[in-house]
């Protein structure tokens, strides 16, 4: 399971610090280069469709390290 997050660690999308609701639409918007605010009304439009949208948001929200390392899922499966 440690590899599991270790290959997770090593992805280019990190958690941004200072994100609304736990950084996901500002760190999808640094890595594209994209506008933070169009990707916020997309992820917003996405959750009209509920378990696509806010299904995807838990999912990343679990996954996606932080720029420290730090994984939401590990420290859930570790307690």
Request: aromatic share 12%; charged share 20%.
């Amino acid at each position: 399971m440690d590899k599991f997050f270790d290959i997770l660690r090593s992805s280019p999308i990190k958690r941004a610090r200072g994100g609304w609701l736990a950084g996901i639409c500002a760190s999808i918007a640094l890595k594209f280069g994209w506008d933070v605010s169009l990707v916020r009304i997309a992820v917003l439009l996405s959750f009209l469709l509920p378990f696509i949208g806010i299904g995807t948001y838990l999912v990343a929200w679990l996954l996606l390290p932080t720029t420290d390392g730090k994984i939401i899922l590990e420290k859930l499966i570790k307690r």
